[in-house]
């Protein structure tokens, strides 16, 4: 995949069918807590009370079609506010063609310029049968630090997870 095809930008209401294509596999929302959208309405009432919203939220695109995307949101609170934790999902049909570890990388840049001021590390958070994203975060240069028994609650479930972080002094790979 030629990485320059590959671009980070603002979600728009217009994405609502790219996005959709997406939103609405289980198999890309089966390890996010959000259920899959099924519905071309509840797609733009998600872009456009959540989603546009966020802060920090970025759509993956390949030729500037939404494939995927990349949230990262900072803790809040005084105390934790060095802190960020990251998610990310991309189509199935892009699965295993470097896409995500290119816009991780692209993600990483960014928030770390963005929010240099405050932000010194990043988390992720990944089911222990989440291989995939495991290998997108270590091909990066996340450290996986440990697990987290029975820590994260998504579908009805409390899972095992394991914690990664990426900091502003590391170098990405």
């Known amino acids: ?36 959208i099924t519905t071309k309405e509840y797609a733009l009432t998600y872009l456009e009370h959540v989603v546009i919203p966020h802060p920090w939220r970025q759509s993956i695109c390949l030729d500037d079609r939404s ?7 900072p803790e809040s609170g005084d105390d934790d506010r060095c802190r960020a934790r990251i998610g990310y999902a991309v189509a199935a049909e892009y699965w295993g063609q470097g896409i995500m570890t290119v816009a991780l990388k692209l993600a990483i840049s960014k ?32 450290q996986k630090e ?5 820590y994260g609650f998504c579908k009805g479930e409390i899972r095992d997870m394991f914690v990664y972080s990426f900091l502003s002094t590391d170098k990405i790979m």
Do not use: C, H
């Open 1 to 36: 995949m030629d990485s320059s095809r590959i671009s980070l930008r603002p979600f728009k209401l217009l994405d609502v069918d790219d996005f959709l294509k997406w939103a609405s596999d289980d198999r890309v929302t089966r390890y996010i807590r959000w259920n899959s």
């Open 146 to 150: 440990g697990l987290l028994r029975k």
């Open 111 to 142: 928030v770390f310029e963005d929010m240099r001021e405050l932000l010194i590390r990043l988390e992720a958070l990944v089911e222990v049968e989440n291989k995939g994203s495991q290998r997108v975060l270590e091909k990066v240069g996340f």
């Open 67 to 73: 494939i995927g995307y990349i949230s990262i949101k």
